[in-house]
């Protein structure tokens, strides 16, 4: 991956909708070799797909939190596992190392929600304890990594 690779990638994080010949004439490159670029760099496994960014607030959306879960037993991460992928206000959810076993990102309509939400994780078999953090407001927030000249 070259300097125009990553400068494609960054023009597609931007808008995924560009066409060809917009990004065509920003990295200053032919409409065939840019979608050949385009091409290789999906092939590579590098953008993994496209998606559209919804605005949460606009869907009455508005509160984040963030909570960490520790199972009494790794026996137990299977079910915990399977209920977190029903459940659509939870948008992110990591396995760790440290004091918690998990972090999950969670977005809700409000502190009634996120209350049935947490009444309905700590429901769930082998759920040793969570704690909860809400989000007052979000700073930063970029959807995927930022292609980087390799060091």
């Known amino acids: 991956m070259d300097s125009i690779d ?14 060809i010949s917009d990004i065509s004439a920003q990295v200053n490159l032919s409409i065939p070799a840019t979608s050949d670029r385009i091409r290789k760099i999906e092939a590579a ?14 869907l ?10 520790s199972l009494e037993k790794p026996r137990f991460s299977d ?7 029903t459940q659509d206000e939870i948008l992110e959810c990591h396995y760790l190392a440290g004091d918690f076993d998990y972090l999950m990102k ?10 049935n939400l947490l009444r309905s994780i700590k429901s769930v078999p ?6 909860t ?14 292609p980087h000249e390799p060091e």
Do not use: D, P
């Open 133 to 146: 953090i809400v989000t007052l407001c979000t700073v930063k927030k970029l959807h995927s990594v930022v």
């Open 45 to 58: 496994g590098i953008i993994t797909q496209y998606t559209a960014i919804v605005n949460a607030a606009a």
């Open 79 to 85: 079910n915990f596992i399977a209920f977190v992928n």
């Open 6 to 19: 990553r400068q494609i990638i960054t023009l597609l994080q931007k808008n995924a909708r560009s066409s």
């Open 60 to 69: 009455n959306q508005k509160l984040t939190a963030m909570m960490f879960v």
């Open 106 to 115: 969670i977005v809700t309509e409000s502190t009634e929600t996120l209350e």
């Open 126 to 131: 082998g759920i040793q304890k969570t704690q």
